[in-house]
């Protein structure tokens, strides 16, 4: 079965600290993606990445930025986390060759207090 | 960019009867269009997707159809029953790299 895996379900950061958050994919999919899904404003993306070592901006960059050092593994990173970056944060993976949509992981629940 | 549109927000449907949610695209180039459902504290997962080149799929209780004149393409869920309540997204894309999301659809089936 094809699994995107996120190391946390469930975090809790002080305000300033720098974040990470981990995502690793076991189907070889090229494409990977950050979201984050706030109640009424649905799914926003963050980053994404077309292959190893590439990044682009999603919508909204702001206050975060990436690492996709290997194929497998794409990582979140919060610089200095604020209150207003509580949200769920959903990573997904896709291929063109696997022709389907994306395949997500179980999210990751972050509080920043 | 792409806008995707759904609706409606909020959805109660009684066991058994059928509901339908709604979206709409404003970029002509898109050709895929995947549903997904995201049950409480999960991931959302896709439930069924349709090309460009075509304009109806069904699968079991599920249909989705596609008007790629108007830029509008609907869910159709038939004879609901309690495990389909859920958050529906809809989502478009050129090929299978970026997608655009709707903003969901809360669908609750009461028995």
């Known amino acids: 079965d094809v699994k995107v895996t996120q190391s946390s379900r469930y975090l809790v950061k002080r305000t300033g600290e720098k974040v990470f958050l981990e995502c690793v994919q076991d189907m070889d999919h090229e494409n990977m993606f950050w979201y984050r899904q706030d109640p009424g404003l649905g799914l926003r993306l963050i980053y994404f990445s077309y292959d190893v070592k590439m990044k682009e901006k999603g919508d909204i960059p702001e206050g975060y930025s990436v690492s996709r050092e290997k194929k497998e593994r794409f990582s979140l990173i919060l610089e200095s986390a604020s209150t207003n970056q509580t949200s769920m944060y959903l990573c997904a993976s896709t291929s063109e060759v696997a022709n389907y949509g994306y395949t997500f992981g179980s999210g990751t629940r972050l509080t920043v207090v | 960019g792409e806008n995707v549109e759904q609706h409606p927000s909020t959805l109660s449907v009684q066991e058994g009867d059928s509901a339908v949610i709604k979206c709409t695209y404003s970029?002509?180039?898109?050709?895929?269009f995947p549903w997904y459902k995201q049950e409480l504290g999960k991931g959302p997962q896709l439930i069924i997707d349709?090309?460009?080149?075509?304009g109806e799929k069904k699968d079991q209780r599920i249909a989705v159809t596609l008007n790629k004149t108007a830029k509008h393409f609907s869910l159709h869920i038939t004879e609901t029953q309690p495990e389909d309540s859920a958050v529906y997204f809809c989502a478009a894309s050129r090929g299978f790299n970026k997608f655009y999301f709707g903003s969901g659809t809360k669908l609750n089936v009461k028995p």
């Open positions: 970029d002509s180039a898109s050709n895929y």
């Open positions: 349709i090309r460009s080149n075509v």
